[in-house]
């Protein structure tokens, strides 16, 4: 397992607030604070945090999957909205579905507690 303090995050995910709780054999777990800064006009959690704490997340399960001396950049992403966020903490648990010899996809979902909030899928290209 990959000590998450090891792991090198972007100025963007700090940013953002992203904390990585675990990453480990092609999955990957983070969380992410509601903040002011983080809502929509309506004051929920802006639907483009959730995208981006999504394409984190599955970024960091495929480099725990081809290991973190190699890089991997998303070249798809779909993502599906199932409710909105007004409080609170979200969870997105990432995992590794397929690792190809050039590309990874990856699948993801975002939690808020039980709830269902988002579910992603994604294709990571070898570089």
């Given at each position: 397992?990959?000590?998450?303090?090891?792991?090198?995050?972007?100025?963007?995910?700090h940013?953002l607030?992203?904390e990585?709780?675990?990453?480990?054999g092609?999955?990957?777990?983070?969380?992410?604070?509601l903040?002011?800064?983080?809502?929509?006009?309506?004051?929920?959690?802006?639907?483009?945090?959730?995208?981006?704490?999504?394409?984190?997340?599955?970024?960091?399960a495929c480099?725990?999957?081809?290991g973190?001396?190699?890089?991997?950049?998303?070249?798809e992403?779909?993502?599906?909205?199932?409710?909105?966020?007004?409080?609170?903490?979200?969870h997105?648990?990432?995992?590794?579905i397929?690792?190809g010899?050039?590309?990874?996809v990856a699948?993801a979902?975002?939690?808020?507690?039980?709830?269902?909030v988002?579910?992603?899928?994604g294709?990571?290209?070898?570089?």
């Amino acid at each position: 397992m990959t000590d998450v303090s090891e792991v090198t995050t972007s100025a963007f995910s700090h940013l953002l607030g992203c904390e990585p709780l675990r990453i480990d054999g092609g999955e990957a777990e983070v969380r992410l604070a509601l903040t002011p800064e983080l809502r929509n006009r309506a004051g929920k959690l802006h639907g483009g945090a959730i995208f981006s704490l999504v394409d984190i997340a599955m970024g960091l399960a495929c480099s725990s999957a081809h290991g973190f001396d190699r890089a991997s950049v998303t070249v798809e992403c779909k993502i599906n909205y199932m409710r909105a966020i007004d409080a609170g903490d979200v969870h997105c648990l990432a995992r590794v579905i397929h690792f190809g010899s050039r590309t990874l996809v990856a699948e993801a979902e975002v939690r808020q507690d039980e709830a269902l909030v988002a579910r992603a899928q994604g294709t990571f290209m070898l570089v």
